[in-house]
């Protein structure tokens, strides 16, 4: 966490020229302990099945639906 | 009841129409109740008395002119504190934009003006709708007018206050992990969520841009859906908004309809009184319907991660210079909330995006698979207590946050409709709340069970309604 916290603090350095406060550092911290367990791993164990899957593909699936 | 205190949209228009009150006289009505009840539930932020009693006379002149009416001519509802008003402020619930002044008219406000609704004013909400409790650090919170030590829910606190406690009929809301649904539950009273791209955004505070949806909150089926039919439909000016008409009516037939009660994680940990609840309306609803079954989802398990993910790396984003510059005007909670965007790298952000398109398809082949509505609870718990979920900038906040919205956001993050409603009692004389949800695009199915299942129940209103004025109109 501790490790988490300084790459939260040099992130906000960085990216909004000023340090982040305790709750941002605990915040953004968590959430790269969140995001690293339960996104980031590959789906079902397949690697890179998102090669080619676009994020627009949610919204054709969505018009289809009105088709129907 | 009396004719100033209608008890339906409908009955309020033809109040209107038939000459029996003036638009005036509702109007002064609405204020009274919402000036009497505001020390008690703090539902406004600001009560816009002035402009909506020119608006209400100007109703009634039209009205004298023998000039066409729309269907809520005249009719008085007040509405979440981020929708844009040419000339008005729109403050978000915020202290940065507490004095922007709109210089036009956001196009669910134009919809409504156009149908003759009248404004009281600007409802409380979570500021920059991000609080599924409710609470804002800037104008306090709205309460329950059920129990005012409990809360309202968020983000569309004040619209599930004052609709719940008889202030206004119906008010508009906006959902992006359960924000019109959550106080709709925890207010007794219904909301709807519709289809991601349903009604136009045109003009309304963004959250999610992936995720926001505008939708009503109303003490009856019938008031919130008329309220989605007014603001929904193509809008040039959104080029996310679908080019769909606006849904049907409520006419629509329900006994071939196959209800799927939603199993796996939507069953775990659901508090007695809340099963209970669910159990009794699908014994109501069971002689009306095709049938009802257990209905397994798919795993919905990263959904809350990935629905956060989105939700907060575009919240980040849309924020992002005022989190750089002004910071400290945030409250506590909030900036908290959107700092966790910097620690999202871009893959992952698109990832969780990446996933919503698989993730969609599989639950409509395995939830619907059986079943063309599906029915949750909205929350695990009933209405929790203020102090035990204002947490404020805490490291919990995330753990309340995931438990308030654990039913909510998987459909908000697959773009799921969503009628939200009363279904029972508990012995405190809480509400206890369900979802019906419906595959895209099918808001009148879901609002015709609704309508069905409210019929069957005849749930008695939660508060004894704001006291009315003399019979004077």
């Not at chain 2, 109740?33 to 008395?49: D, G, L, M, Y």
């Not at chain 2, 959107?338 to 620690?343: D, K, R, T, V, Y």
């Amino acid at each position: 966490m501790a490790e988490l916290k300084e790459i939260a603090d040099t992130l906000a350095r960085l990216y909004w020229s000023r340090p982040a406060n305790e709750a941002e550092t605990v915040a953004m911290a968590g959430e790269m302990e969140r995001d690293s367990a339960a996104i980031a791993p590959p789906r079902e164990g397949q690697g890179n099945v998102f090669f080619a899957i676009e994020p627009s593909t949610y919204y054709a699936l969505m018009a289809k639906e009105a088709e129907a | 009841m009396s004719k100033l205190h209608p008890q339906s949209l409908a009955e309020a228009a033809s109040l209107i129409r038939t000459g029996e009150v003036t638009s005036l006289s509702l109007t002064q009505a609405a204020i009274e109740r919402a000036k009497t009840s505001q020390p008690r539930i703090n539902a406004f932020i600001a009560i816009e008395e002035d402009a909506a009693l020119a608006a209400a006379e100007a109703a009634d002149r039209w009205k004298s002119g023998g000039k066409p009416l729309g269907p809520l001519h005249g009719v008085p509802l007040a509405h979440k504190d981020m929708y844009d008003r040419k000339g008005m402020v729109t403050g978000c619930g915020s202290k940065i934009r507490a004095g922007h002044v709109a210089t036009s008219t956001s196009t669910v406000m134009q919809r409504l003006e156009a149908a003759g609704a009248i404004s009281i004013g600007r409802l409380n909400m979570s500021e920059f709708a991000m609080g599924p409790t409710g609470h804002n650090a800037h104008h306090g919170r709205a309460k329950n007018p059920i129990d005012p030590e409990r809360i309202t829910g968020g983000s569309s606190s004040g619209s599930g206050s004052a609709v719940g406690a008889g202030v206004v009929l119906a008010a508009l809301g906006s959902d992006t992990g359960g924000s019109i649904r959550l106080p709709a539950a925890c207010c007794g009273v219904v909301g709807i969520k519709p289809t991601q791209g349903r009604v136009s955004r045109h003009g309304a505070m963004p959250l999610s841009f992936s995720q926001d949806c505008i939708g009503p909150l109303g003490a009856h089926v019938d008031d919130a859906y008329s309220l989605l039919r007014i603001i929904s439909g193509a809008d040039p000016l959104d080029p996310t908004c679908a080019t769909l008409p606006p849904p049907d009516d409520l006419s629509a037939d329900v006994s071939a309809l196959r209800i799927g009660v939603l199993g796996g994680v939507f069953a775990k940990d659901v508090e007695a009184v809340v099963a209970g609840g669910l159990g009794a309306a699908m014994m109501a609803l069971e002689p009306h319907v095709a049938a009802i079954r257990q209905a397994t989802p798919s795993d919905l398990s990263t959904v809350a991660e990935l629905a956060n993910v989105v939700a907060m790396g575009e919240a980040g984003a849309a924020h992002f210079d005022w989190v750089r510059e002004r910071p400290e005007d945030y409250g506590p909670q909030i900036r908290m909330r959107l700092s966790q965007s910097l620690a999202m790298p871009a893959p992952i952000y698109i990832r969780a995006l990446q996933m919503r398109s698989l993730l969609l398809a599989e639950f409509l082949e395995t939830a619907f698979s059986e079943a063309d509505v599906l029915i949750a609870p909205v929350m695990p718990f009933l209405p929790p207590r203020s102090a035990d979920v204002d947490i404020g900038a805490s490291p919990e906040m995330n753990r309340i946050v995931s438990a308030m919205t654990m039913f909510t956001r998987p459909f908000s993050y697959l773009g799921l409709p969503v009628v939200t409603m009363p279904v029972a009692v508990s012995p405190e004389g809480l509400p206890v709340a369900i979802q019906i949800i419906g595959r895209p695009w099918r808001e009148a199915q879901i609002a015709c069970l609704a309508s069905r299942l409210e019929h069957e129940l005849s749930l008695k209103p939660f508060v004894p309604q704001v006291a009315p004025l003399a019979q004077s109109a």
